[in-house]
């Protein structure tokens, strides 16, 4: 078994600044990329920033420079530091991780259960 908790949504005011957290656990032999996508109310889930073993990000356009997405392999845990955040940063927030358990040979892509974020204007 493999679960992705999130954490460190909330309610913010416009400008303000939230810490999201998520940990793999479970029989986990590697993983490989790590991100965070969103589902704004009546919208599509979209990508906001992903990260791979290595460090290399990538970001939606929209969160450039506010944004900063950082992972501790040791830890399988990835994180997503927003600032300057904006009433249409609210969202659903879901932490996604190409896993390999134990005794499979390939990665599989695996969900968080998501974690609320409002920002208030």
């Known amino acids: 078994q493999v679960q992705l908790v999130e954490s460190g949504g909330g309610l913010v005011q416009a400008g303000g600044s939230l810490r999201l957290s998520c940990a793999a656990s479970?029989?986990?032999?590697?993983?490989?990329?790590m991100g965070w996508y969103r589902r704004a109310p009546g919208q599509q889930r979209e990508s906001v920033a992903t990260?791979?073993?290595?460090?290399?990000?990538n970001y939606a356009d929209s969160v450039k420079g506010r944004f900063t997405i950082s992972r501790d392999n040791a830890k399988n845990t990835v994180f997503l530091q927003m600032n300057t955040l904006k009433p249409e940063d609210t969202a659903v927030y879901y932490c996604?991780?190409?896993?390999?358990?134990?005794?499979?040979?390939?990665?599989?892509?695996?969900w968080g259960q998501g974690t609320q974020v409002t920002v208030s204007s």
């Open positions: 990260i791979t073993t290595g460090g290399s990000t």
């Open positions: 996604n991780a190409q896993i390999r358990r134990y005794y499979s040979i390939k990665h599989e892509e695996f």
């Open positions: 479970g029989s986990i032999l590697s993983i490989s990329s």
